[in-house]
């Protein structure tokens, strides 16, 4: 019913940026918040940065100041601009967008990989 595509991810040296993309389609009516999470090898996956359907923002402690998530509506995607990348933001990025038609349900791209060399 939703589709989630991820574009973006690569390698880079620390200190570098890099922007990702998820562009959703399919069955979009009541889209609420979307987000970017993230997981490292052995790791849980965890919140990266979010984003609600007016475009207010949440951030994990570790990124802040570092990423930006926007959202452009009418493109139906979401981005997440990524500066002053550590080894340590190094993990496979995922996209997820949530629901409500009646109830919640929540949608997961399948990943893009960000590699950050020291």
């Known amino acids: 019913q939703v589709q989630l595509v991820e574009s973006g991810g690569g390698l880079v040296q620390a200190g570098g940026s890099l922007r990702l993309s998820c562009a959703a389609s399919g069955r979009l009516s009541s889209m609420n918040a979307m987000g970017w999470y993230r997981q490292a090898p052995g790791s849980q996956r965890e919140l990266v940065a979010t984003?609600?359907?007016?475009?207010?923002?949440n951030y994990a402690d570790s990124v802040k100041g570092r990423f930006t998530i926007s959202r452009d509506n009418a493109k139906n995607t979401v981005y997440l601009q990524m500066n002053n990348l550590k080894p340590d933001d190094t993990a496979v990025y995922y996209c997820?967008?949530?629901?409500?038609?009646?109830?919640?349900?929540?949608?997961w791209g399948q990943g893009t990989q960000v590699t950050v060399s020291s």
């Open positions: 984003i609600s359907s007016g475009r207010t923002t």
């Open positions: 997820r967008a949530d629901f409500w038609w009646g109830s919640s349900s929540v949608y």
